[in-house]
């Protein structure tokens, strides 16, 4: 039966491979007139870190909004694990499947505690009965400590989240994105604001992440990017401009011309 | 497991404030039937129907409050709601009349006469029985709320375009209630009640009843906004107003949340105006009209929005307030409540009880000399 299998042009994304997780092909969107993707194609496997880059206008962040639902494409393929079609879902549902979303600019809820933060990111029932009769057992307790500690502020436990410094707040984001438990998390600059040191430590945390879920990183902090050590996907004018590793993007002419500078 | 939900969320200041509440509605009804009408102590009849007045306007407050200061819906039509839980509570004190109407129609409310009409329009029906009526003002309300909202947030209006879409919708009520044609009374709306439940409205024992049942509703209300916000729904109800996209990122489905209690506070709003309407005496189109509404946000805000407490206090305070200066200073009322708004919006932005915290933490501090707490600069939770 060919038409089981259809044959795959060298290069090309491969939708059956067995490791692949997501999968764009061809996603075109379009705001009034300007042209945010364009024919955007990109695989990430499963367990696999990817960084992307890209200046401003690229189309990282209608990227990141395509693939949760809160934008719908004009054209193209998107793909979540074998079956889910993305493009007929929104971003609860898109939520519910496995794929976390940390914004660029850190947004956790700045009223609740750090600990309350993290307990309505837990995976499970999110429909409003369910929440109003919910009680706190203590395996989630017990994964709300873990989170606690995975990113460090086991000592700001119960202060209100609108009081952490921008570094904590990136990191209680990524902590709620962890609770829900993903197989692939979008990570849009979580560098930005973070002293040296900050940086360094969130390069660490990413990397551990990496080991058990799928993780697309928009950063445009080189360094950090070097730090974490990946296939790295530039993007520009809404498609894919080059792919490889950071020394081998980074001699890449058009990279040079259109990003890189100099 | 029923007693847990309710109860756990209470703190001391809930407590403390269910028990002023049972306090004053055992004490007023007493003070105003147990004591004879010369004693210092006596408190008058027209006063116990003012302060029962005044809790079924706190009760539209916290209903707002539920929606406005935990979810952030800023509703500018929360009257409407007040208003038809008011029309069916009329419709059954209209019923009550019976023969006893000026032309004596044994079925017919005095209008429908007037009008010439031959038989009572169908959605009069039932209404002779105070259980329907009672459940149709929470019913109706309900029901609007639920299809307004349902069509509202699946289309993710908020913010400003969801108060202005409120705003339109008790005005096109209003316009549609003058109507005569609609049977309700038209400009006059329903009044002339004799009795409820066979007990004289007239009576000093049946408005020290209203009164107290005024405050029972509203101690049961209260208990159940704090089981609701104190539970993870609320906490997702404050998630969705502080931070809407990142709710939704998280899987939750916003807009049954926004559903659910919008839905409940438009009852609860429709079951304050049906004890609001034995009380006064009187329902007419009026009460859709949208400055009601307005000024029902300026109670909350003044009280303190996302406080249970602080809109209750703020409904009694503001309507005091207006009580007074409309029999002293009539012409000035209006400036003197936005003048308060003004000066509650700058000074206190989270309202009187919002504001306590830090006001006691700055006296405290002030007396003791010491450096002013870190603690007192971070935002204040949202109780």
């Not at chain 1, 060919?2 to 939708?15: F, V």
């Not at chain 1, 890209?54 to 998107?78: H, Q």
């Not at chain 2, 049906?274 to 007419?284: D, E, H, S, T």
């Not at chain 2, 200073?329 to 000066?343: D, K, N, R, T, Y």
Request: glycine share 10%; with cysteine; hydrophobic share 50%.
């Amino acid at each position: 039966m060919p038409h089981h299998a259809p044959p795959t042009m060298p290069g090309q994304p491969d939708p059956h491979r067995h490791d692949t997780l997501l999968y764009l092909d061809g996603v075109s969107v379009a705001f009034d007139g300007f042209q945010a993707l364009n024919n955007l194609s990109m695989v990430v496997a499963r367990t696999e870190m990817r960084a992307v880059i890209g200046p401003n206008g690229a189309g990282k962040t209608t990227m990141m909004d395509v693939i949760t639902g809160k934008t719908r494409p004009d054209s193209g393929t998107l793909r979540f694990g074998e079956t889910i079609d993305l493009t007929r879902h929104d971003e609860a549902d898109i939520a519910g499947f496995g794929i976390g979303r940390k914004f660029q600019k850190p947004t956790v809820f700045e009223s609740h505690t750090v600990e309350d933060n993290l307990a309505l990111a837990l995976k499970g029932r999110r429909g409003p009965f369910a929440a109003l009769f919910h009680v706190t057992g203590d395996d989630e307790r017990q994964r709300i400590d873990d989170l606690l500690s995975l990113i460090r502020l086991a000592h700001l436990r119960a202060a209100p989240a609108g009081g952490l410094s921008h570094g904590q707040k990136q990191w209680l984001e990524i902590g709620m994105l962890l609770a829900q438990d993903p197989q692939l998390l979008l990570i849009d600059e979580p560098a930005a604001g973070m002293t040296d040191a900050e940086t360094a430590a969130t390069a660490e945390l990413l990397r551990d992440i990496a080991r058990t879920h799928s993780v697309v990183v928009v950063e445009h902090d080189m360094a950090f990017v070097r730090a974490l050590d990946v296939k790295v996907t530039v993007l520009h004018e809404g498609s894919v401009l080059a792919e490889g590793s950071l020394d081998h993007v980074s001699a890449n002419r058009k990279v040079i011309d259109v990003y890189l500078g100099r | 497991m029923t007693r847990r939900f309710f109860t756990h969320g209470m703190t001391r200041g809930s407590w403390v404030f269910l028990a002023l509440l049972a306090a004053a509605g055992v004490l007023v009804p007493a003070l105003n039937l147990g004591l004879p009408a010369g004693h210092p102590l006596h408190m008058p009849t027209y006063a116990v129907t003012l302060s029962g007045k005044y809790l079924t306007y706190a009760l539209l407050a916290l209903a707002l409050d539920l929606v406005w200061g935990y979810c952030g819906i800023l509703s500018l039509g929360h009257a409407a709601f007040f208003a038809l839980g008011g029309y069916a509570m009329g419709m059954y004190l209209m019923r009550q009349i019976g023969p006893r109407g000026v032309y004596g129609d044994p079925l017919l409310p005095d209008f429908m006469v007037f009008l010439d009409w031959q038989e009572l329009p169908w959605y009069w029906l039932g209404f002779d029985a105070f259980p329907v009526a009672l459940a149709m003002a929470l019913v109706v309300p309900g029901l609007l709320a639920f299809v307004f909202g349902w069509f509202a947030f699946r289309a993710r209006v908020g913010g400003v375009y969801l108060s202005i879409i409120t705003q339109a919708m008790t005005y096109a009520l209003l316009l549609a209630f003058f109507r005569n044609d609609m049977g309700f009374g038209g400009n006059n709306g329903l009044t002339d009640f004799k009795e409820i439940l066979g007990f004289d409205l007239q009576s000093d024992a049946t408005r020290a009843g209203l009164f107290a049942a005024s405050a029972l509703a509203l101690g049961l209300a209260f208990v159940l906004c704090v089981a609701i916000t104190s539970s993870r729904l609320g906490k997702v109800l404050v998630a969705v107003r502080d931070a809407e996209s990142r709710t939704r990122f998280l899987g939750y489905r916003v807009e049954h949340y926004k559903l659910f209690v919008w839905t409940v506070s438009a009852m609860m709003a429709g079951l304050a105006g049906a004890l609001y309407v034995p009380q006064v005496g009187i329902i007419n189109p009026g009460e859709f009209a949208p400055a009601n509404s307005i000024e029902a946000v300026i109670w909350v805000a003044i009280g303190g929005r996302g406080t249970l407490v602080g809109p209750v206090l703020g409904a009694g305070l503001v309507n005091f307030a207006k009580s007074w200066f409309t029999a002293a200073l009539p012409e000035l009322w209006l400036f003197a409540l936005g003048a308060l708004f003004i000066a509650v919006t700058l000074f206190l932005p989270k309202g009187l009880v919002g504001s306590l915290p830090r006001l006691w933490a700055n006296a405290t501090s002030a007396r003791s000399k010491a450096p002013p707490d870190a603690r007192t600069k971070a935002p204040a939770a949202a109780e």
